[in-house]
């Protein structure tokens, strides 16, 4: 250090000290902090303005879909009902959409138009309350179809039934059973009395033909003249009466053999059901399930 100059670090005397510069590192600091503290202050303000206006939070965005649960053994009508009271949906529309027409007569294979009931598959569908009600038609066609595509028909093609047919029976089961064995005895059941020539004789297509699901029907719902009427006109109704499961829809298709003719509920209140291979036994279980007293 030459005599007289100043310690190190020390600015010599009249000179003022030129200002440091920040380095690259310091200056993407200054990047990432300066736009932080930015938002944090923003973020004051409007805090502090939502809290001057009482607390009241900004209103929530709707979904555009609505959840839609159509449960096993609807009939289309109570299907359109259901949509209308979840979606504003006239159930009108549906009922239109559903109505005998070419694509029925395609799918169930028949003669003449026929309506969509049995193939309107139940689920749970998101609906758009604003678009045509045709897309909920078809997203539940192809769900249907979707369901049944592994299904084998085979054994039902020996004797003699088609597609629709088991669908029909499918539509019985699902109103008459309730448990996955069941359903398989009770396909096999109809199947039994069909090959016999018997009546059917299924309560149900009686409620479908009154339009109405009520545990007790009138002499005038029995004597009913529609071909619905499965106490009164033999064979299968000429279309399913209601939508069923992809469980009945297995059921009717691969049902389980027996010797069955008849059965009736047990009345105990666990949904199952007495069967017999002859009128007298038939006529012995209605006097056991009377017995029960509804459980």
Not at 26 to 33: C, F, T, Y
Not at 128 to 138: M, R, S, T, Y
Request: with cysteine; net charge positive.
């Amino acid at each position: 250090m030459s005599p007289g100059a100043p310690p190190p670090g020390r600015t010599p005397p009249g000179r003022r000290r030129r200002p440091e510069r920040a380095t690259p590192a310091g200056r993407k600091v200054l990047a990432i902090v300066i736009p932080i503290i930015a938002l944090l202050v923003i973020a004051i303000g409007l805090w502090m303005t939502w809290g001057d206006s009482g607390g009241e939070q900004p209103a929530q965005t709707t979904a555009t879909t609505v959840d839609v649960l159509f449960v096993e053994g609807l009939r289309r009508s109570e299907m359109a009902e259901i949509l209308q009271e979840k979606t504003g949906i006239p159930a009108a529309d549906y009922m239109k959409a559903t109505d005998p027409s070419a694509l029925g007569q395609r799918l169930a294979g028949t003669k003449k138009p026929t309506s969509l009931e049995g193939f309107l598959f139940p689920a749970t569908y998101p609906v758009d309350p604003k678009k045509p009600v045709a897309d909920l038609v078809n997203y539940q066609l192809d769900t249907y179809a979707q369901r049944t595509e592994g299904i084998s028909y085979a054994a039902a093609k020996r004797k003699n039934l088609t597609k629709y047919d088991v669908l029909i029976i499918a539509s019985l089961v699902e109103r008459e059973a309730s448990t996955g064995k069941e359903r398989r005895i009770i396909a096999g059941v109809i199947e039994n009395r069909l090959r016999a020539r018997m009546r059917l004789d299924i309560d149900a297509t009686v409620q479908y033909a009154v339009g109405s699901w009520k545990a007790e029907l009138t002499k005038d719902d029995l004597a009913i003249s529609s071909p619905y009427n499965t106490r009164k006109y033999p064979g299968l109704p000429p279309g399913p009466i209601c939508n069923p499961s992809e469980e009945s829809i297995r059921a009717a298709a691969n049902p389980i053999p027996s010797k069955y003719l008849y059965y009736v509920s047990k009345n105990d209140g666990t949904d199952l059901h007495y069967f017999s291979t002859n009128e007298a036994g038939h006529i012995a279980n209605i006097k056991r399930a009377a017995a029960n007293g509804g459980g």
